[in-house]
Structures are given as C-alpha cells and as structure tokens.
C-alpha cells in the first residue's frame, strides 16, 4: 500500500531563516509525490509535485522538495521564510488513478 | 469561475439525523472526490467519482453515500450522523494531471 508520513506535528522556524518540512514515503513502484499547503479555515492549495526527472522539484511561493530514493524522503524546502508561509502543510502520494493518500500534516510557525 | 463551491458552511446535527452536503464545481473536471479532516489523521478519503454515474470508495466509506448525475455536482449524504462523523469536509476536483487537486473551502460538521 501507498503512505506518506510526517514525523513533526510542530516546525517553528525565524522569519528569514531555511525551513524544512520532513516527509518520507512508502510505496511500490515509483512514487508520485505531493506538497498541499492549508491557511486558517481554507482548503488545500496544490504547491508541488514530484512525478520522475530532476530530484529538486520547484513549486510556488518559493518553495521546492527534494526527493531522494535511497532515504525514501520528499522533503519541503524554503530558503529563507517569511510569517506568511505559517500553514498547515501535508506530504501526500498518489494512491490510484487520481486518489491521494495524505500525510497528518505539520503545522507551520514562522517567527518573526 | 466560482471553482470548487460547498454548502453549507458549519452545520450542526443531533445523533441519527440525516443531512446532504452539497458540492459543486464550474470546471467540468470529470473527477470529484470528498474528503474528511481531522485533527492528527490529515485528511482521508472517503468516497469518490472518475465521471457521471460513476463512484466508488475511499478509505472510509462507511456512513456516507455519494451519487454523482451530473458533471458538475457531487453530493455526501449522511444517512444517520454519528459523534464520530464529527469532522470538516473538503470536496475536491482534479485540475489536470493526476494528483493536482482544486479543494472547495470546507463544511465544518458537528454531531452531537
């Protein structure tokens, strides 16, 4: 079966430093792999994805993933972060044709 | 372009009730999925719909019923609400490749 996961609820990072959200995958095959990212009380923005190629994926807002085969990561990366990337961001697999398996999400806090 | 439009915003429930929740899109997507989000369990879906006339289960169908007649809209029905349904819910629409979702902005349900 396809899954994703988060290992941090909580990241705090300081307005203009690098932020990272971790995510590792498990998966047969090759994976399709996904960044969402949720602000207070809206639905899910689509910001990344990773099908195959290069394994520096860039999305919007800044933000990239890195997939990395061996450690069966994808993780988000900013370089430097600002308050308004605070958000609930979730890892999620492609399950099915077009089913989406998600992370629990890691919620975002950019200190300034 | 309204995008991906959900009715009602909050509802409350008494136990055993039965209400629909309403979904509509403008993009004449032919995928429709509904998802439930709860706190530490990211979101999962329930049940979900490749075109008119066609649905089928997600991870946690059980106590939802979907139809889908026409393109545009896809409705959840809750036969008989339980506690534990106690949840918001996104429906989402697929934008073009697979995996690249297009989220309404949620119902927060509430069952008492």
């Known amino acids: 079966a396809q899954s994703v996961a988060q290992p941090e609820d909580q990241v705090n990072v300081a307005e203009g430093n690098p932020l990272t959200v971790k995510c590792t995958y498990s998966?047969?095959?090759?994976?399709?792999l996904f960044w969402y990212v949720q602000y207070p009380n809206r639905g899910l923005q689509f910001l990344l994805k990773?099908?195959?190629?290069?394994?520096l994926v860039k999305g919007s807002y800044g933000f990239e993933a890195e997939f990395n085969k061996s450690q069966t990561s994808f993780h988000l990366k900013k370089p430097s972060a600002l308050v308004s990337d605070s958000a609930l961001y979730f890892c999620?697999?492609?399950?099915?044709?077009?089913?989406?398996?998600f992370g629990t999400g890691t919620r975002l806090t950019v200190i300034p | 372009n309204a995008g991906v439009t959900q009715t009602p915003k909050f509802q409350v429930l008494k136990t055993g009730q039965s209400m629909t929740l309403q979904c509509a899109q403008d993009m004449n997507h032919e995928y429709m999925s509904w998802y439930r989000q709860d706190p530490g369990m990211g979101l999962r879906l329930i049940h979900y719909s490749v075109g008119a006339g066609i649905t089928d289960q997600g991870e946690v169908p059980n106590g939802y019923n979907v139809s889908r007649s026409t393109t545009e809209d896809f409705p959840l029905r809750l036969l008989s609400a339980a506690p534990s349904q106690t949840s918001v819910y996104f429906c989402?629409?697929?934008?073009?490749?697979?995996?690249?979702?297009?989220f309404g902005p949620g119902t927060r349900l509430t069952v008492t």
């Open positions: 990773y099908i195959t190629g290069d394994n």
């Open positions: 989402a629409t697929a934008i073009g490749p697979p995996g690249e979702q297009y």
């Open positions: 998966v047969s095959g090759n994976p399709y």
């Open positions: 999620a697999v492609l399950t099915g044709a077009n089913n989406l398996f």
